[in-house]
Nanobody
Framework: QVQLVESGGGLLQAGGPLRLSCVASGSIFSINTMGWYRQAQGKQRELVAAFTSGSSSTNYAYSVKGRFTISRDNAKNTVYLQMNSLKFEDTAVYYC???????????????WGQGTQVTVSS
């Protein structure tokens, strides 16, 4: 089995920084891509930032460009999301996503973390 565990969410005032972390563990053969999505109350889940599969290129939602930075530590199977200049509209549950080839099946499977709440007060 594979697990994604997020950490780092919380409550903070607008303008502040916050860093999210996500660690992938379990029966992992290789990780194709990792990224972050978010879902605000009453809205659909949307991409925040992610690494492009098979490369080190990144994609960002337009609304977070210049404020958020995604990074990763391949040796630790960890992806980070540094969020700066947070706004009220960044309030959401943030989910880690990974596309992983598992040892057991050698198939690429999408996995999601349980989500971590980020609340920004205005």
């Amino acid at each position: 089995q594979v697990q994604l565990v997020e950490s780092g969410g919380g409550l903070l005032q607008a303008g502040g920084p916050l860093r999210l972390s996500c660690v992938a563990s379990g029966s992992i053969f290789s990780i194709n891509t990792m990224g972050w999505y978010r879902q605000a109350q009453g809205k659909q889940r949307e991409l925040v930032a992610a690494f492009t599969s098979g490369s080190s290129s990144t994609n960002y939602a337009y609304s977070v460009k210049g404020r958020f930075t995604i990074s990763r530590d391949n040796a630790k199977n960890t992806v980070y999301l540094q969020m700066n200049s947070l706004k009220f509209e960044d309030t959401a549950v943030y989910y880690c996503h990974a596309n992983i080839m598992t040892l057991r099946t050698l198939q690429n499977i999408n996995y999601w973390g349980q989500g971590t709440q980020v609340t920004v007060s205005s």
